[in-house]
């Protein structure tokens, strides 16, 4: 049975790249030019740290009480980090601690995510009032912008966090379903294959004996069979997983809240470029500015189009933010703190989230890395270790924002599917029981119906021969179905057909068929003899029969050609019913159709033949013939 714990294999993939987040961006912080050497030997060692612990997690997490301490610990070097460089204007240690709220956001909720950035928030304001600095307007700028990049980030992350768990659990949930019906259809198939076998060993006993005893048994074992087809379920379905259109709604919010950041934050930025006299910086805010109340006013007038829209406004913008890096190029005199790396690295998150492309931040971080190596070598006063990181976290951020989703969806998915495929195992075990040991027995029940012909002694005449050959035919069928249809050999395709004609040759006499047969090659695959025998050329073989009128015609040929075996049934029925086509098309349940002369069926047999054909390595094509009726095309690796 297949147990997965999906939140936890959430938990582990956000703890493992909040652990390498760590591990990055303090191995970059120790090659930063402004900062201590007790600041740069610590980094030294959470950085070397955090690689340990993420080589030694290996896609596992550790217990949510250890992982709680890893965070309390990144925190408290957060506000180490802060203490030691508050007097710079700017703290370094916040982008981090906006990573290290969102992540937590993931693991421990939202509550926990908001107190994380809260605590950091506050113990700033001590340390400057602690120290009795006022907050420079410099950082006054940074610090706004830094916020409604946390809020936002914090609230996006949320959401999705939300949606990623209940995704999460719902499919769990399916899949735990699937498993436990996978169990109760094994044990039923074990213990309706034990008591079949029973039966058909009874009645190729009986076999030798007379016709009351071959009756008896017969009976016996059709009664089995009817137990067994009441025992197969329907055809799974994976319940639909709805996670995509849950995560479509969050990124519909999350572009809202792009806009509503640009509309706060923007104007901030156009005044402070006037207040410094960054003129060419100032017309670029303006630019953004513009473009995003046109986007909000198209947004409103046309909802339904907002995806394309949002591709179209991330584009934009981001050349708009790097244009705006670019111009910092021309800015006069020397900085020591570079632009709000923290609220463009912020955009860049939200936008690559909202497209869902991790090619785009690929692309986009790379060019803002290369800017700011441009920029430094303006400006050497600007910190160009601290731009780095900073984009590089965020990026790892968005990343995950962008592949936890997918690969969550890959991982249920795989687990689910992995339950389907062992249902439909014991579903074709089931119906091989009813289908394929069923319709040798309908053989065996006609051949005791026919005439009696009384000896002079008043004792009935012998069991007719077929029923032995019939008998033996089931018990390898049934051994072939237990063991799964695993034991290959070389087998000759004409004399598996030779076997399957000498079967039908009773049908075909009563329906007044004639069939046509060219077989030129002595043509080899690798197959389970009684498999394609019996559960493939046999079944399909009978449904020709069945669909053909009386007098009709059936061709069956075999041609060998570019390493493949290609056997075609046609018959000269009325064609493919159009609920079949869909059916075949797009795998659901297969209907069941009267046959010509009033015979019954389940549309297992269809479902048997391709299950089996797949399982040879080959395919098997259902075609309208070109003057009605069915042609079956079975394509199998030649030998």
């Known amino acids: ?195 079949v076998a029973e039966a058909v060993s009874a009645l190729g006993a009986a076999s030798s004996q007379g016709r009351l005893e071959v009756h008896a048994a017969a009976q016996r074992l059709a009664a089995l069979i009817g137990v067994t087809r009441r025992a197969i379920p329907p055809e799974p379905e994976l319940p639909p997983a709805n996670l995509e259109q849950r995560l479509r709604a969050v990124r519909l919010d ?17 005044w402070r470029n006037f207040v410094f006299g960054y003129w060419t910086l100032a017309v670029i805010n303006c630019t953004a500015l513009a473009v995003v109340v046109a986007t909000a006013l198209m947004l409103q007038r046309m909802p339904a189009w907002w995806e394309a829209m949002m591709r179209w406004f991330a584009f934009a913008m981001v050349m708009i933010t790097l244009v705006g890096i670019a111009g910092w190029y021309e800015t006069p005199g020397s900085f020591s703190v570079p632009p709000n790396i923290a609220t463009q690295a912020t955009a860049i998150v939200l936008t690559a989230w909202t497209l869902g492309s991790r090619r785009f931040l690929a692309v986009v971080v790379a060019v803002e890395v290369v800017l700011a190596g441009v920029l430094y070598m303006k400006h050497p006063g600007m910190s160009f270790v601290y731009m780095v990181s900073v984009v590089v976290m965020f990026a790892g951020l968005s ?34 029981l009813f289908h394929d040991i069923g319709n040798p027995l309908q053989l065996v029940l006609l051949a005791l119906y026919e005439p009696v012909e009384v000896a002079p002694s008043g004792a009935p005449s012998e069991v007719p021969a077929e029923v032995a050959v019939m008998a033996a035919r089931m018990q390898e069928t049934l051994a072939a179905a237990i063991r799964g249809g695993g034991q290959e050999e070389f087998v000759s395709v004409r004399a598996v057909v030779r076997d399957v004609l000498l079967r039908f040759e009773r049908v075909l006499r009563e329906k007044g068929l004639t069939i046509e047969v060219m077989v030129p090659t002595e043509s080899l695959v690798r ?47 009325a064609g493919l019913a159009p609920d079949v086509q869909l059916a075949l098309s797009g795998g659901g349940a297969m209907p069941s159709h009267v046959g010509t002369a009033g015979e019954g069926g389940t549309g297992l047999g269809v479902r048997l033949v391709q299950d089996y054909v797949k399982q040879m390595r080959g395919t098997v094509v259902f075609e309208a013939g070109a003057s009605g009726g069915v042609v079956v095309r079975v394509r199998l690796p030649a030998v």
């Open 1 to 195: 049975m297949i147990r997965v714990d999906f939140v936890g294999v959430v938990a582990a993939r956000i703890f493992r790249s909040l652990v390498l987040s760590a591990c990055v961006g303090n191995a970059l912080g120790v090659f930063a030019e402004s900062e201590s050497h007790a600041l740069r030997v610590g980094r030294v060692v959470i950085a070397v740290m955090s690689a340990i612990l993420f080589w030694a997690l290996r896609e596992r997490a550790p217990d949510r009480s250890v992982r709680a301490v890893v965070v309390v610990a990144y925190l408290s070097w957060v506000l180490f980090t802060i203490a030691m460089t508050a007097a710079n204007g700017w703290p370094s240690g916040l982008d981090m601690a906006l990573v290290l709220s969102c992540y937590v956001v993931y693991d421990f909720g939202a509550a926990a995510g908001v107190l994380t950035g809260l605590t950091v928030v506050a113990f700033v304001l001590i340390m400057y009032a602690s120290g009795g600095r006022p907050i420079p307007i410099f950082a006054l700028q940074h610090a706004s912008g830094w916020f409604l990049s946390g809020v936002s980030m914090l609230y996006v992350v949320q959401r999705q966090s939300r949606v990623v768990r209940e995704g999460a659990r719902d499919l769990a949930v399916s899949a735990y379903g699937l498993a436990q019906q996978e169990l109760q259809l094994k044990d039923a198939a074990r213990i309706l294959a034990s008591d």
């Open 527 to 573: 197959a389970d003899i009684a498999i394609l025998r019996d559960s493939v050329l046999a079944n399909l073989l009978s449904n020709a029969v069945k669909f053909s009128p009386r007098g009709g015609t059936i061709r069956l040929d075999v041609r060998e050609g570019a390493g493949v075996v290609e056997i075609t049934i046609a018959d000269s029925g």
């Open 254 to 270: 999350s572009f809202r809240g792009v806009l509503a950041i640009g509309f706060i934050l923007i104007p901030l930025l156009v």
């Open 399 to 432: 990343d995950r924002m962008i592949a936890l989703p997918q690969q969550l969806m890959a991982s249920l998915e795989d687990a689910r599917r992995a339950a389907v495929e062992a249902i439909v195992r014991q579903r074709r075990m089931l119906g091989t």
